[in-house]
């Protein structure tokens, strides 16, 4: 007897690996998201100190010896771009997998076991209702400024978007005919939740993700610069931003270097979100 799977068509086996090479908005998204985590990781050991300030050297435009230019102070753009990375990407994915993980289980719970819908729904709806970034300043403001408190702040309010993806997945597998004969023959919650229900939400909660990284990161820009982010002496592309505005006419570099970078990132990761909901959904699919 001839196996099921040996009669489906080997492209509709997803393979990360195939994807990025057949899908040139995943490879770039990729490679560029790569390279800018890259950039986070080793480029601190090679760069000096983003605090060091040198009155003599303040606002220099681009040159050979300062990259990207200095800011009012005269500390080294280039280092604190450096620098500001590793908060960006610390915080977009940190926030996007621990609302991933909460989220999912959230979600899994309230699509499958319908008694704890209605409670756990209205509480997320409500947690929509209010603006994010308002949501995260007064969750700040109520507490001492840290890279953590910023995580914890964005985390809420995103939480409620991963739960309305999972559950409305889970509903719909919920309605089909198999697990209703599985319930009937007394199979385990736990063993349908974990054998037929999650591998089913994995798809659409990873696109999901990415999105909620993208998200965060804007989010944590906008923290910093309204100042009710990271503390002014942890360099952030927002508050970088924010201290080179005053300068703006007279060093537009300041501004458009570190907003430059931090539109790149945000881009590498809607391009990687874009094209993993086309090869994972598989009416997109179909397409490629």
Not at 136 to 142: D, G, H
Not at 182 to 194: D, M, V, Y
Not at 196 to 217: D, F, G, R, W
Not at 240 to 254: E, H, L, M, N
Request: proline fraction near 7%; aromatic fraction near 8%.
């Amino acid at each position: 007897m001839v196996a099921i799977t040996e009669d489906l068509p080997p492209q509709r086996r997803f393979s990360l690996a195939t994807a990025i090479r057949r899908n040139p908005t995943i490879t770039f998204g990729a490679v560029l998201l790569f390279l800018l985590i890259a950039v986070a990781i080793v480029g601190p050991s090679f760069v000096g100190d983003p605090l060091k300030i040198a009155p003599v050297n303040r606002l220099r435009p681009p040159s050979e010896r300062w990259w990207f230019g200095t800011d009012q102070f005269g500390r080294d753009l280039f280092t604190r771009t450096v620098y500001g990375s590793r908060v960006s990407l610390i915080v977009g994915l940190s926030v996007a997998a621990i609302s991933s993980v909460l989220g999912l289980a959230l979600g899994l719970a309230c699509g499958y076991f319908r008694a704890i819908d209605g409670f756990v729904m209205r509480i997320m709806d409500g947690v929509m209702a209010i603006p994010s970034i308002l949501l995260a300043i007064a969750l700040i403001t109520l507490t001492r400024p840290g890279l953590g408190i910023v995580i914890v702040a964005i985390v809420i309010p995103e939480v409620p978007r991963i739960v309305r993806v999972v559950r409305a997945v889970v509903l719909g597998i919920r309605a089909q005919p198999y697990i209703e004969s599985a319930i009937a023959g007394g199979t385990r919650h736990i063993k349908l939740l974990w054998r037929h229900v999650l591998p089913n939400t994995l798809a659409p909660l990873i696109v999901q993700a990415t999105y909620v990284c993208a998200s965060a990161m804007l989010i944590e820009a906008s923290l910093s610069f309204l100042g009710a982010g990271v503390p002014p002496e942890v360099p952030s592309w927002g508050n970088i931003i924010a201290q080179g505005r005053t300068f703006f006419q007279i060093a537009p570099w300041s501004i458009l270097i570190p907003g430059g970078f931090l539109a790149l990132t945000v881009l590498a990761v809607n391009l990687l979100g874009d094209g993993l909901r086309d090869r994972l959904d598989p009416r997109l699919a179909r397409r490629l």
